[in-house]
């Protein structure tokens, strides 16, 4: 089997508040994305690590990423939303690789510093021989409260059965180019979304919540703290 991962990064990040793209961002000394390059980089199972960059990214260029050169590919073909910028990196990757319908493909989060490699090789591990992939998760655990629009609450809602989502999401390349390209990403906001709209029902690999997504500047202070002391 054989296994690629790919990190969309052509975003930009609006809601952390700052004039450089949030993948950019210095956490313990290093641009935000290199620590989720790094974890995949360090895994024998990957045979790849496709970067998808937004057409006339000047920053990437900035930083030195040779040590990752034998893994790493960039692709400047990212699009408007996640989802587009997945599906052209997809395709592009399949015109200058190896890639086959069957193999492994794990997109992650190039705001997701924390990745472990015990999370990492779970996922692998847990979805080599299922049929549909899936992906990282943790069970919902704080009470959920839902806004009437006006910051009140409307009602509680069970968290029953609930889960958080995460990245690495794990699915077939053939898979995944179909499910991106029939349902148009459209307001999905993870790769899992496009599977579950073909009737499909990805796995839930449970994770733990150190593999947090920076999205507000607060995050940036305690991805800080946790890859200091990983």
């Known amino acids: 089997m054989n296994y690629f991962a790919l990190i969309p990064a052509a975003g930009f990040g609006s809601r952390i508040g700052d004039a450089l793209p949030k993948q950019y961002l ?15 980089w360090a895994s024998p199972r990957l045979s790849a690590i496709f970067v998808v960059l937004a057409p006339g990214d000047s920053e990437w260029a900035r930083h ?3 040590e990752f050169s034998n893994k790493l590919i960039v692709l400047e073909c990212g699009g408007a939303t996640r989802a587009e910028s997945v599906l052209n990196g997809l ?3 399949r015109k200058v690789s190896s890639l086959a319908d069957d193999d492994w493909i794990l997109v992650h989060d190039a705001a997701r510093p924390c990745l472990t490699k015990v999370q990492l090789d779970n996922l692998m591990d847990e979805l080599a021989d299922d ?3 899936g992906l990282l998760a943790v069970p919902v655990a704080d009470t959920l409260k ?4 006006n910051s009140r609450v409307e009602r509680t ?3 029953e059965k609930l889960w ?4 690495p999401q794990m699915f077939r390349y053939r898979l995944l180019v179909e499910a991106l390209s029939t349902t148009g990403g459209g307001t999905m906001t993870d790769d899992a979304g496009a599977i579950e709209a073909l009737g499909l029902h990805p796995r839930l690999v449970p994770s733990d919540t150190r593999n947090l ?3 507000y500047p607060q995050d940036l202070a305690l991805a800080e703290l946790i890859l200091r002391n990983s």
């Open 164 to 167: 958080q989502a995460q990245t």
């Open 26 to 40: 210095p956490v313990a000394g290093r641009p935000l994305i290199y620590h989720a390059l790094r974890t995949m």
């Open 157 to 159: 809602e069970s968290r």
């Open 131 to 133: 049929e549909v992939g």
């Open 91 to 93: 395709k592009t990757a």
């Open 213 to 215: 997504k920076v999205t």
């Open 64 to 66: 030195d990423w040779s």
């Open 146 to 149: 839902r806004s009437d629009g």
